[in-house]
């Protein structure tokens, strides 16, 4: 069998939300969705993250929406959330999913066991034996309620098939990016700035749905070495990322995708839709991104 490649996860990949209309997923939503990201620049979309409610969707869900997403013929590169507590039955999904080709699977730590890091190796382990696509792998202990150290990502790093790391703790991103052992991307929108100005290739950004070309622009003006330019257009979006993350994501991005006209502010229970103060302030926040949107432009 032939061993996995390494691929290069670079730009702005949107971890998309699912929408969804009456407690279904919508499908018609989601293939304009994907659209007007790929208009806006985006190198790839993740779906099923914890942003894409993907702990509350069963795989005939997900196949269709991969289906709807994939029909499109300039659909964006997909990769696919892929988490859960048991190993078998992740690698079962994997199995299924495999034959839709997705350029990787984002896959966390199990969730809730708190393993070992020898446990943690293991999982990853059994996982890269389920498919021969790229594994991107996800550091996240507030979901994952377990931290990799950076010893066990670059233990994975030196394996077949393992190609990046979603991170989220702005000091071991910046570790992993200096020692160079594993690509990192950013997870956390407050670094995602430092991460591109020192280097770093790609990011995965949830805040990225609203305004999207400018964090396209970010990220190149960023890798050009042009840092003001990059600086003025991802300081004013500051204070609105800091909403979309003041309630349990993804309920803020789907309210303020819900009053650009993108989708309905649905999601599934037990996740709630955001409360109507922040919506208020989210609006008025979008408000003055409106009224002063700063220099945007590409490099």
Sequence with gaps: MDMPTKTAFEGIWLPMVTPMRAGRVDLDAAQALARYYRNAGMAGLVLFGSTGEGSLLSLPEKIEMIEAISSDPHALPLVFGAGGVDTRGVAAAIRRLDKYRPAGYLVPPPYYLGPSQAGILWHYRQIAWATRQPIILYNIPKRAGVAMTVETMEAL?????????????????????????LPALCGTEPAL???????????????????????????????????????????????????????????PIKRALAMQGLIADELRLPMTSASRELG????????????????LQTA
């Design 157 to 181: 790093a030196s394996l077949p098939g393992f190609s990046a790391v979603k991170e989220c703790n702005p000091s071991v991103l910046a570790a992993l990016n200096a020692r160079g052992a």
């Design 193 to 251: 700035l430092d991460h591109f100005l020192a280097g770093g290739r790609g990011a995965i950004p949830a805040a990225a749905h609203l305004y999207p070309e400018r964090y396209v622009a970010i990220a190149q003006l960023a890798r050009d070495g042009d840092a003001e330019a990059a600086r003025e257009l991802f300081e004013p979006l500051r204070g609105l990322t800091r909403l979309l993350y003041a309630e349990p994501n993804p309920a």
């Design 280 to 295: 208020a302030r989210l609006q008025r926040a979008m408000g003055a991104l409106h009224a002063s949107p700063g220099r």
